[in-house]
Nanobody, 127 residues
Framework: QVQLVESGGGSVQSGGSLRLSCAASEYLYSTRCMGWFRQAPGKEREGVATMNSNGRTSYADSVKGRFTISQDNAKNTLYLQMDSLKPEDTAMYYC?????????????????????WGQGTQVTVSS
């Protein structure tokens, strides 16, 4: 059972930056596909960025050019660098992982396909 623990959330002003981290309990085949999702109050969970073990990435249109997903396999950690933050980026951010070597574009749109989830970290952007 892979455990995922997010950190790095917080409050920042519009235009600021944050880097989220997701520490996996182990590097397994269970983390061949990883992603970041977010959910704002009253809204459905939406994909932010996904990455597979081949290094392929996909991003939601709303974050392209501002957010960067990356991973450090030696540390079993996934990152989300968020720059030029906007108030509409305010949400709970979740890390997800799965054993499938995913087609990142598909998995970005289908969060329920991910088997493992973290508990979330809150990001609040003020104007």
């Amino acid at each position: 059972q892979v455990q995922l623990v997010e950190s790095g959330g917080g409050s920042v002003q519009s235009g600021g930056s944050l880097r989220l981290s997701c520490a996996a309990s182990e590097y397994l085949y269970s983390t061949r596909c990883m992603g970041w999702f977010r959910q704002a109050p009253g809204k459905e969970r939406e994909g932010v960025a996904t990455m597979n073990s081949n290094g392929r990435t996909s991003y939601a249109d709303s974050v392209k050019g501002r957010f960067t997903i990356s991973q450090d396999n030696a540390k079993n950690t996934l990152y989300l660098q968020m720059d030029s933050l906007k108030p509409e980026d305010t949400a709970m951010y979740y890390c997800a992982a799965d054993a499938t070597v995913c087609i990142t574009e598909w998995w970005l749109l289908h969060p329920t396909d991910f088997h493992y989830w973290g508990q979330g970290t809150q990001v609040t952007v003020s104007s």
